[in-house]
């Protein structure tokens, strides 16, 4: 088992930035690829970004690329999520999510929600306009 617990979401104006993080309990953090979803109000919930293992690869949703940046660091068994630049349509509930899921050969980041098997409880990310 995975424990996520999220913090640094909150009430931002635009332009502004926030960092959120996510700590890792009960497993080996650096086995798993990890990822930062969001959902707003009457939307599904969507990736934000993701990366692998060792840290080495990520993925960005488009609307976020150059505005936010997804970072670990294995030895705290932690996940960052630095956010600038922030705009009203970046409102949302964010989540950390982690996955075991593994292929043979490389280090690989996932995007699918459904790979994912361990999920936070989420933190409000509101932004003012």
């Known amino acids: 088992q995975v424990q996520l617990v999220e913090s640094g979401g909150r009430l931002v104006q635009a332009g502004g930035s926030l960092r959120l993080s996510c700590a890792a309990s009960?497993?080996?953090?650096?086995?798993?690829?990890m990822g930062w979803f969001r959902q707003a109000p009457g939307k599904e919930r969507e990736i934000v970004a993701a990366i692998n293992s060792n840290g080495g690869s990520t993925y960005y949703k488009d609307s976020v690329k150059g505005r936010f940046t997804i970072s670990r660091d294995n030895a705290k068994n932690a996940l960052y999520l630095q956010m600038n630049s922030l705009e009203p349509e970046d409102t949302a509930v964010y989540y950390c999510?982690?996955?075991?899921?593994?292929?043979?050969?490389?280090?690989?980041?996932?995007?699918?929600?459904?790979?994912?098997?361990?999920w936070g409880q989420g933190t409000q990310v509101t932004v003012s306009s």
């Open positions: 999510a982690a996955t075991d899921l593994s292929i043979p050969g490389g280090f690989y980041y996932f995007t699918g929600l459904a790979l994912y098997n361990y």
């Open positions: 009960g497993r080996t953090f650096s086995s798993l690829a």
